[in-house]
C-alpha cells in the first residue's frame, strides 16, 4: 500500500504508475489524481496548445534521440528498444530490458507449454526447421562450434572403458537414411544422464528425434526399472 501525495488516499502500488527513478518504482501521485490533473491542464491550455505542447515534446526526443519506456517509464536513446515498422517512431513501446524480463517471467510460467508448442512445431514441419538451422549456424559459426565441442565432451565424459566401440560404429554406419541416430537416455538428460553405449542407442525418425528432444520418461522403458 501506499499514500498518495494529491488525494492522500492509502491506495495498492497497482494504483500508481511504475516510475524507475523513485525509491520504490512507483510514482508519488496516484493514476486517478494525474489523470485528473492532466484534463484540467488541458482544459486550461486548450486542445490547440496541448496538442503543441505534445508535437513539441515529440520533437525534442526525437533530436535527442530518446523516448520513455511505456514499462518502466525511464527516458531512454532510440538504442534501448527494438525495432518494429508498425509503430510511428519505428521501434517498440518498451525497451529491451523490460521486454526481456517480461519474456523470461512468462517462458517461466509456461515453460513446459512453450516447449511442447516448438517440439509439435518442429516435429510438423520437419524440413523448414532443417533449412532454419542450417541458415542460423551459417549466420553463427561460433555459436555451431560451441555446441558440437559441448556434445562431444559430453559424449567422451558419458563414454565407459568398457563400452563396445566396434559395436558404436558399426549401429551409426547400418543408420537407415531417413533416420537419426538417438540417445534413449540423454547424454545430457535433466532428470538422469545416460551413457554412450551400444544399449542406450536407438533410431528414429526425424520427427519421433524432434517430438523426444531431450526428454526422458523412466516409466516408457522397463529395463531401467
Not at 57 to 79: G, H, M
Not at 94 to 121: I, M
Not at 152 to 169: D, G, H, N, V
Request: hydrophobic share 30%; glycine share 6%.
Amino acid at each position: 500500500m501506499k499514500v498518495c501525495t494529491k488525494c492522500s488516499a492509502v491506495k495498492p502500488f497497482e494504483a500508481f504508475h511504475k516510475s524507475a527513478g523513485a525509491k520504490d518504482g512507483r510514482q508519488s501521485s496516484c493514476k486517478e489524481c494525474r489523470s485528473l490533473a492532466s484534463q484540467r491542464l488541458y482544459a486550461a491550455g486548450g486542445p490547440e496548445k496541448a496538442r503543441a505542447r505534445k508535437q513539441a515534446e515529440e520533437a525534442r526526443r526525437l533530436a535527442e534521440q530518446c523516448k520513455p519506456c511505456t514499462t518502466c517509464s525511464a527516458i531512454k536513446p532510440f538504442e534501448a528498444f527494438y525495432k518494429k515498422t508498425a509503430t510511428k517512431d519505428g521501434l517498440t513501446t518498451a525497451c529491451k530490458v523490460c521486454l526481456s524480463l517480461s519474456g523470461r517471467l512468462g517462458y517461466a510460467a509456461n515453460a513446459e507449454s512453450v516447449l511442447q508448442k516448438q517440439r509439435d512445431a518442429r516435429a510438423a514441419n520437419p524440413e523448414r526447421c532443417r533449412e532454419a538451422t542450417k541458415r542460423w549456424a551459417a549466420a553463427n559459426p561460433g555459436h555451431g562450434t560451441a555446441r558440437i565441442a559441448k556434445r562431444r565432451a559430453a559424449k567422451l565424459q558419458r563414454t565407459p572403458s568398457w563400452s563396445e566401440t566396434e559395436a558404436i560404429e558399426q549401429f551409426y554406419i547400418n543408420r537407415p537414411e531417413d533416420h537419426h541416430g538417438d540417445h534413449i537416455i540423454p547424454l545430457q538428460g535433466e532428470l538422469v544422464s545416460g551413457l554412450h553405449v551400444i544399449a542406450n542407442l536407438q533410431y528414429l525418425t526425424p520427427e519421433e528425434n524432434i517430438r523426444k528432444g531431450n526428454s526422458f520418461n523412466p516409466d516408457d522403458w522397463y529395463w531401467v526399472k
